[in-house]
Nanobody, 117 residues
């Protein structure tokens, strides 16, 4: 199993920026495609973005052009740079291995993002 630890969430004003981090404790980090997901209470978890082992990226239409995803293999960490945040970005954000179907059933605690003035 893989342990995921997300961080970096908080309160941000509309139009503001935030950077999320996720550490994935796995010896196979370097070869995995990793994704960010988000969930609003009462809704299903939705895929946000993925990054492959060779740094190809893909984004959900709702965040395309505003969010970027990156990885730092030496730290077993992926990042989600959230720019021009909108109230509809308010959610708890999670990471997992996947493209975009998550591979592992175990999830981290997530990091909460609230976009509000």
């Amino acid at each position: 199993q893989v342990r995921f630890v997300e961080s970096g969430g908080g309160l941000v004003q509309p139009g503001g920026s935030l950077t999320l981090s996720c550490v994935a404790s796995t010896p196979f980090f370097d070869i995995y495609t990793l994704s960010w997901y988000r969930q609003v209470p009462g809704n299903q978890r939705e895929w946000v973005a993925w990054i492959t082992h060779d740094n190809d990226t893909n984004f959900a239409d709702s965040v395309k052009g505003r969010f970027t995803i990156s990885r730092e293999n030496a730290k077993k960490t992926i990042y989600l740079q959230m720019n021009n945040c909108k109230p509809e970005d308010t959610a708890t954000y999670y990471c997992n291995v996947g493209r975009p179907q998550p591979k592992f059933d175990s999830w981290g605690q997530g990091t909460q993002v609230i976009v509000s003035s």
